[in-house]
């Protein structure tokens, strides 16, 4: 199956910081989506972002596919925006989950 | 916007037991997912329907069976539960005659096994 790696593993930011979280796949995929899931366990479905750029409020992504390598930024964070962040792609009708980046934005 | 609906929201079970749960898609999608998140892990995908025909099937134990209705509708049945079946498990629903479209997921059924 295709590997997802995302990095880092963990992220701890002041509020108001900017940040880059990472997401490398082994293969390619016409399917990835970026997930921040809540402390009470919800996947919020981010971007559908297989390739191309999109921006939405403070996030934005970036998706490189000829590389296998796609972008979330967050900027100005707050801590409504901690959790942890998934990438997640695939090519058929499931979808393989990364680790996760676990973000924790201090005020 | 109508969401994914899944029920029950939460599920207290003994080993050994059965349990059911449902998904409704959001209206119009016709593919429906299952996956299986256990605790500080990444979701798992577990099986799929489109159409209400299986098409495709990950990590999901023979004590797992699932199906889709005419209505769209899914029900995971887990049967013989294990200690390890202690999990968040997801529905997810799509436009999937494509492949390429948004997975959207619905709140999960938090599932403890004792």
């Known amino acids: 199956g295709i590997q997802v790696e995302q990095s880092p593993p963990d992220l701890i930011l002041q509020e108001g910081a900017n940040s880059t979280l990472r997401c490398n796949f082994s293969?390619?995929?016409?399917?990835l989506q970026w997930f921040h899931q809540n402390p009470w366990g919800q996947l919020i479905n981010l971007f559908y972002i297989p390739s191309g750029t999109k921006q939405n409020g403070r996030l934005s992504a970036t998706t490189v596919a000829t590389e296998r390598y796609s972008l979330l930024y967050i900027s100005s964070s707050q801590t409504t925006d901690s959790g942890v962040y998934f990438c997640a792609v695939g090519n058929d009708y499931k979808l393989s989950f990364g680790a996760g980046t676990t973000v924790t934005v201090r005020a | 916007a109508a969401g994914v609906i899944q029920s029950p929201r939460h599920l207290i079970k003994e080993k050994r037991e059965t349990a059911t749960l449902k998904c409704y898609p959001i209206p119009r999608h016709d593919t429906v997912y299952w996956y299986q998140q256990g605790p500080g892990q990444d979701p798992q995908f577990l099986i799929s329907?489109?159409?209400?025909?299986?098409?495709d099937k990950g990590s999901i134990p023979d004590r797992f069976s699932a199906q889709q209705f005419s209505d769209y509708h899914s029900e995971l049945n887990m049967s013989s539960l294990e200690l390890g079946d202690s999990a968040l498990y997801f529905c997810?629903?799509?436009?999937?005659?494509?492949?390429?479209?948004?997975?959207?997921f619905g709140p999960g059924t938090r599932l403890l096994v004792l």
């Open positions: 293969d390619s995929v016409n399917n």
């Open positions: 997810a629903s799509s436009l999937g005659f494509s492949r390429r479209e948004t997975q959207y």
């Open positions: 329907f489109y159409e209400k025909m299986q098409s």
